[in-house]
């Protein structure tokens, strides 16, 4: 089956989001983030959905954004890091969806992390958050190594997006329309 979705998956701040929307932008395609999409249908945030309900609660709500999304065209989504790593959700949205995992070093992530006030990260909310992002990175690092991987580090947004058109068009099983 041609691919019309693409998905971008990849460990917390490594720039789905920001690097989501304007290749939907230069596509004309419609962007979606699961974390916002999620947040605004339980009318809290991601932190708040961790707190009241539980992660299971969040992972479950994820499940269903996945199997959704699955079934729609012309959509470019940034995931949350986790949700790909799950392979009822990876085989959800990889059946019409172009994946790429977005990868930048645990420094940059922290910096990222840091610098980044308008998103909560229920993960990184702990006494350390470096040596939290090193731990998981490492835990996850064989499971995001299953998608094709693009180096952001070093890198500004438009550069990622040249480097995806690039191998969005050269790509005979993705249908660009
Ligand atoms: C998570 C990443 C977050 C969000 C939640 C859990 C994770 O998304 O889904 O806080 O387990 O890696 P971002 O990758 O968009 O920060």
Redesign the pocket.
């Known amino acids: 089956m041609a691919k019309e979705n693409i998905i971008l998956t ?5 720039g ?2 920001t690097v989501g929307k304007k290749l939907a932008e230069r596509l004309g395609y419609l962007f979606l ?3 916002e999409t999620i947040a605004e249908r339980a009318g809290m945030s ?2 708040e959905i ?1 707190r009241q309900q539980g992660e299971a609660v ?1 992972r479950r709500m ?1 499940g269903e954004l996945a199997r959704e999304l699955g079934n729609r065209e012309k959509l470019v989504v ?6 790909m790593l799950d392979p009822a959700n990876a085989e959800a949205l990889s059946r019409k969806g172009r994946v790429f995992c977005l990868v930048a070093t645990p420094e940059e992530i922290h910096d990222r992390v840091s610098r980044d006030r308008q ?5 990184l909310e702990v006494a350390d958050p470096m040596q939290r992002i090193a731990d ?1 990175l490492e835990a996850r690092e064989k499971a995001y190594e299953r998608f094709p991987q693009l180096d952001t580090s070093g890198k500004t947004v438009d550069e990622v997006i040249q480097n995806l058109m690039d191998i969005l068009t050269a790509d005979k099983d993705f249908s660009l329309g």
């Open positions: 990849g460990f917390m701040a490594t789905k989001t983030d699961t974390d991601v932190s961790f969040f994820e940034s995931t949350g890091g986790r949700m998103v909560t990260r229920p993960l998981l």
